[in-house]
């Protein structure tokens, strides 16, 4: 019923900045939220923010706290994640999500995502 398509990532030196795009598409959105993972190479996959899609409401792993920002184009059925002060640690695949019925808190569990985007590489160098 969902479908997500990433864009924006890329290579960047530590300090640096990028955006990520998540795209979707396939149904009328109502009652859910949108959220970024990511999972570095041996690691397991990790939380890093969310965002309901009616209300806005926001939630930050600590690690990409202050650094981080979610925000949404409704028009465009569009997540963006804005990610500044980028260090080496934040190198890792990151990937887009939706969970439906989410209600009015967005949940941090990845269990609780029902579609997934394919992924885009980030890395940043020291």
């Known amino acids: 019923q969902v479908q997500l398509v990433e864009s924006g990532g890329g290579l960047v030196q530590a300090g640096g900045s990028l955006r990520l795009s998540c795209a979707a598409s396939g149904r009328a959105f109502i009652n859910y939220a949108m959220g970024w993972f990511r999972q570095a190479p041996g690691k397991e996959r990790e939380f890093v923010t969310t965002?309901?899609?009616?209300?806005?409401?926001?939630r930050y792993a600590d690690a990409v706290k202050g650094r981080f920002t979610i925000s949404k184009d409704n028009a465009k059925n569009t997540v963006y994640l804005q990610m500044n002060s980028l260090k080496p640690e934040d190198t890792a695949v990151y990937y887009c999500?939706?969970?439906?019925?989410?209600?009015?808190?967005?949940?941090?569990?990845?269990?609780?995502?029902?579609?997934w985007g394919q992924g885009t590489q980030v890395t940043v160098s020291s």
């Open positions: 999500a939706v969970a439906y019925s989410s209600g009015p808190i967005a949940p941090i569990t990845s269990a609780l995502y029902q579609y």
């Open positions: 965002i309901t899609w009616n209300i806005g409401s926001t």
